[in-house]
């Protein structure tokens, strides 16, 4: 069952009219005082202390923070794969499902049996959408992430990019309202990593989904992100807020050379440096 409770939304208040401006997008996504404890044996592990966050629609929301200290954890509780051990997660929803989600993972995620466009289909085709609208969407996001030749390949014949690519056109392709991607890329070569940044943010910027985006990289963050929040070490909580103010469209080398890219992300690494320091001392005194 999931955790997760859906609160309807038509104007955009979401219960918080009070300290939104009217202009405000609305709030998509709620953490009220959301906690989470693992029992370790015998002994309670808190992976995620109280947190408290609203994420407005649309927007491109990415968490960094320490290995370890929860971020995983916040999107598998948002995805409805774990309970909140205290506290609540809401979405806001316009109908009377509760919203679609689409996750990508680290790494391979996507089937090693199926080829290129069956994997792009497999939720499109779970969902019972008829054939013609999939093909439709299906060859959209081949084409859009560059895949379109390679339709009826199968994962093992194509690179570790390739395969983020499927993982991507998987995604938009289910047409979610919520996207949550937890380090999609950090297992890519620079180069990889700056043209799949480019892709996402081209269809990212075409389609203004609500994206929950995990990173270890300031810079990826900085790149890609409308707001950033920094995480502390364990047990994660809320360290930081940081707006990026950079206007949209982005290209990720243009924007590597401003010098105003350079001075917010030195901003966030002073944020997070202590954060990663005491992860490190915390691993070292468990080892
Ligand atoms: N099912 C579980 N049972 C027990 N402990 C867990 C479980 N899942 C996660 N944890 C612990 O909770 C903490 C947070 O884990 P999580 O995977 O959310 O961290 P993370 O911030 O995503 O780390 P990384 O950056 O390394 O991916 C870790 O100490 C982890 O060992
Ligand atoms: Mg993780």
Partial sequence: MSSVLAFQSSDGTAGSAGRRAAADPPIRIRFVGTRKTFMIGSKPFVALEELNLDVAEGT??????????GKTTLLRILAGLESPSEGRVECSRTGKEPPRMSMVFQGDSIFPWMSVWDNAAYALR?????????????????????????ADYYPHQLSGGMKQRVSIA??????PEILLMDEPFSALDEQNKTLLQEELLRIWEETRKTVLFITHSVDEAVTLGDRIMVMTAHPGRVKAIIDVPFERPRSVLELRAERSYGELVYRIWGHLRDEVQQARDQQQSNG
Avoid: Q, W
Wanted: hydrophobic share 40%; proline share 2%.
């Fill in 170 to 175: 998987r995604a938009f392709a289910n047409d």
């Fill in 60 to 69: 491109f929301f990415c968490i960094v923070g320490p290995s370890g200290c």
């Fill in 126 to 150: 779970l969902r019972g959408v008829a054939h013609a609208a999939i093909k439709e969407t299906v060859d959209y996001y081949l084409d859009r992430t560059g895949l379109r030749r390679f």
